[in-house]
């Protein structure tokens, strides 16, 4: 039972380069969740997704695309990386909006 | 604007102290986390609460919803107990805050 997992774990990256970050739960959770933290910033919502199907923007979704491939993975796509986008990028799950959840071991990003 | 503040941002306290931190948010809510962020840069949930309080070992949150406001306690503090705690608040979607730095020296 591996929980949430992220890959890759870090990369670097040209500006205007694209990439995709990949999450995975193996819980069978309804919810998943894409962050990105910021030094003095906290935590913040790039986008989630209530149900297999369904994504939602969240607080910083600009820059960002996503994808709720099924149930079990929610992947994150930067089509064109700015430096602002440098940052550690967590995934996380729960069994409904708003339950506990579960974060991955998040991806370091450096664009440069 | 900052739908949630914590306070302190950072908190030294030695071994076997009680220690306290605060969380106050904005918005409308129907839950709020505490989460602790370990050095290596894990995160794990701690507390989920709506209502009252709970306890789990040596940590115990309550919350008053009237206040808008939250406090997570740490009885008998212990050097494993040094990470950043982080409080969370779901209204429309989740908001965080920028967390308390807790160090406990032995």
């Known amino acids: 039972n591996a929980g949430v997992t992220q890959t890759p774990k870090f990369q670097v990256l040209k500006t205007g380069q694209s990439m995709t970050l990949q999450c995975a739960q193996d819980?069978?959770?309804?919810?998943m969740y894409w962050y990105r933290q910021d030094p003095g910033m906290g935590l913040r919502l790039i986008y989630y997704?209530?149900?297999?199907?369904?994504?939602d923007k969240g607080e910083v979704p600009n820059g960002y695309n996503v994808s709720r491939l099924n149930k079990r993975e929610f992947s994150l796509r930067l089509e064109s990386a700015a430096p602002s986008q440098t940052s550690v990028y967590f995934c996380?799950?729960?069994?409904?909006?708003?339950?506990?959840?579960?974060f991955g071991p998040g991806t370091r990003l450096t664009v440069l | 604007k900052n739908e949630v503040e914590q306070s302190p941002q950072n908190l030294t306290a030695q071994e076997g102290e009680f220690i306290t931190i605060n969380c106050s948010y904005s918005?409308?809510?129907?839950?709020l986390h505490w989460l602790q962020q370990h050095p290596g840069g894990g995160i794990v949930s701690l507390f989920m609460?709506?209502?009252g309080k709970k306890k789990h070992g040596r940590l115990i949150a309550t919350i008053n919803i009237q206040e808008k406001h939250s406090s997570l306690h740490i009885t008998a503090s212990h050097p494993r107990d040094s990470a950043v705690y982080i409080c969370?608040?779901?209204?429309?979607?989740?908001?965080f805050g920028t967390g308390t730095s807790l160090t406990v020296i032995p």
């Open positions: 996380a799950s729960g069994e409904q909006l708003d339950n506990e959840q579960f």
């Open positions: 819980m069978n959770h309804n919810s």
């Open positions: 997704s209530a149900s297999e199907g369904t994504t």
């Open positions: 918005v409308g809510i129907s839950a």
């Open positions: 609460l709506s209502s």
């Open positions: 969370a608040v779901w209204g429309n979607q989740f908001y």
